[in-house]
């Protein structure tokens, strides 16, 4: 008998790489997507239109500021796993919009828990949890960080995580939840969004490979971060819920790198010098800064058998491929009168 999952930010990068997984393994999938006037899912277009769309995946909306949907949303579904992957995720944006970032990003996991906790009363299939925790919840703590390391945030949105990692371990142990937190270090792809800084690197440095952009503007260059393909850590996120029991992880490949490394890798591919390209904003400087950022996730590796397959070299290659071949179809358009780019999508 199939299994069925559903997502929050099912549009997002994460929500696209897993559902992929998931149908995969044969589940019934059903994401969340907020109502917005205008749509957002180019990551999931090929699983829903288009001219052979996955009878498997469905999409709902709701939102995790709106509790009762939630519940609704919950019966109507049925589902077996809960992967919480939706929140304000963006951390500069956090400093900027510190209330709506803790609604969701911390709040909204009450939201759900509570939901889960209330379907539960009512029914006799369970629910296994899983909740989008982050390496961030660890700002100014020493790396190498683990699954016992104090965590010391460094943002909003930091503090927002950590609120939500600990409602979890509350209801796991408070009123018996299948319920996991999967402490994921920065994990990027070709579909990571292009204000985070690995993807504004890569398409940057493809436009400006190609002709059509000039500079890059950037803040800090110092801050080192341990960075993983999303692709191998949504595979640790459903590991974590076929487990025998619940328990918190701590997701990352083991090595960081800076921000001026990753400008080494992703221009370099490209042969240019990224020095005469690069500009400091200091807009793009958040007010406190996360300065290192290192997983060790023996833990995952013993217990769920997980390993990342990609490293940070393979990963800035897959990136900037991705992003030339966008930056060759904007060229195109371009050049035929066109002022309208490609978007990004699902490549």
Known sequence: MSKTALITGVTGQDGSYLAELLLGKGYQVHGIVRRASVFNTDRID??????????????????????GALR????????????????QSHVRVSFDQPEYTVDVTAVGVIRLLEAIRSYGKHNSRKIRFYQASSSEMFGSARPRQNEDTRFRPRSPYGCAKVYAHYQVINHRESYGLFACSGILFNHESPRRGETFVTRKITRSATRIKLGLQDKLALGNLDARRDWGFAGDYVEAMWRMLQADTPDDYVVATGESITIRDFLDLAFGQLDLDWKRYVEIDPRYLRPAEADHLEGDAAKARRVLGWEPRADVRALAR?????????????????????????????R
């Not at 919950?74 to 796993?81: F, H, I, R, S, T």
């Not at 491929?321 to 904007?330: P, Y």
């Open 318 to 346: 897959m990136m900037v491929d991705a992003d030339l071949r966008l930056a060759e179809r904007e060229r195109v358009l371009r050049d035929a009168g066109h002022v309208e780019a490609p978007r990004a999508g699902h």
């Open 72 to 87: 609704n949303l919950l019966d109507a579904v049925q589902p077996d796993e809960v992967y919480n992957l939706g929140a």
């Open 46 to 67: 090929h699983l829903h239109v288009g001219g052979n769309p996955n009878p498997n995946f469905h999409l709902h909306y709701g939102d995790l500021s709106d509790a």
